[in-house]
């Protein structure tokens, strides 16, 4: 969003993938019987937008979700540009998700008949994957408080499925330095 200004404001997905500088120039010429010509990926762009949806790709490949990283092995195997796609796929799915104010879940909890407890059990296990994820870099009470992504986040889940999503206990950092006599 510090990007790209207020989600009410974004353009077409396709316009937010040129502007990242994550799909390929193409020129039409000779009319619409002559096939386009695909160039190369634009070196004008938005280069710090570019960067962080080719860092997301990468730790989606990583430590995602495994439909995504399924599709990413599906896509490599055909020999596409799988960093690009996947990319161009993570724009679509996180403007969605922020115009529409909901939170991620896998194709296999998307069905309307999707039982709640099911739902809830995929939120209480991303949250404690969070929880480890980051009680070794941050005071998690910062970093899940309400006024933070983060902490929004839980706080949505906690509501529509309500859920109490306790945060864990965690030990203060050890100071380093001189010791006072």
Same mark, same amino acid.
């Given at each position: 969003? #510090? %990007?790209?200004?207020?989600?009410?404001?974004?353009?077409?997905?396709?316009?937010?993938?040129?502007?990242?500088?994550?799909?390929?120039?193409?020129?039409?010429?000779?009319?619409?019987?002559?096939?386009?010509?695909?160039?190369?990926?634009?070196?004008?762009?938005?280069?710090?937008?570019?960067?962080?949806?080719?860092? #997301?790709?990468?730790?989606?490949?990583?430590?995602?979700?495994?439909?995504?990283?399924?599709?990413?092995?599906? &896509?490599?195997?055909?020999?596409?540009?799988?960093?690009?796609?996947?990319?161009?796929? &993570?724009?679509?799915?996180?403007?969605?998700?922020?115009?529409?104010?909901?939170?991620?879940?896998?194709?296999?909890?998307?069905? #309307?008949?999707?039982?709640? %407890?099911?739902?809830?059990?995929?939120?209480?296990?991303?949250?404690?994957?969070?929880?480890?994820?980051?009680?070794?870099?941050?005071?998690?009470?910062?970093?899940?408080?309400?006024?933070?992504?983060?902490?929004?986040?839980?706080?949505?889940?906690?509501? &529509?499925?309500?859920?109490?999503?306790?945060?864990?206990?965690?030990?203060? #950092?050890?100071?380093?330095?001189?010791?006072?006599?």
């Amino acid at each position: 969003m #510090a %990007e790209l200004g207020p989600p009410a404001q974004w353009r077409a997905v396709r316009r937010l993938s040129a502007y990242a500088g994550i799909v390929p120039r193409s020129k039409q010429t000779g009319g619409p019987q002559k096939p386009p010509v695909t160039g190369h990926v634009q070196q004008r762009c938005n280069k710090r937008f570019k960067n962080v949806v080719l860092l #997301a790709v990468e730790k989606v490949r990583q430590f995602g979700p495994e439909e995504l990283r399924r599709e990413a092995e599906k &896509l490599q195997a055909q020999g596409s540009h799988t960093e690009f796609a996947l990319a161009k796929r &993570l724009v679509r799915l996180s403007k969605y998700l922020v115009h529409t104010g909901t939170i991620y879940r896998p194709k296999a909890l998307m069905g #309307a008949n999707t039982p709640k %407890e099911n739902l809830a059990l995929y939120y209480q296990e991303a949250c404690q994957k969070l929880f480890l994820k980051w009680k070794a870099k941050a005071d998690l009470k910062d970093v899940f408080a309400p006024q933070h992504p983060l902490g929004r986040w839980r706080q949505m889940v906690q509501e &529509l499925y309500a859920l109490e999503l306790a945060l864990p206990t965690q030990r203060a #950092a050890r100071k380093t330095g001189a010791s006072t006599p």
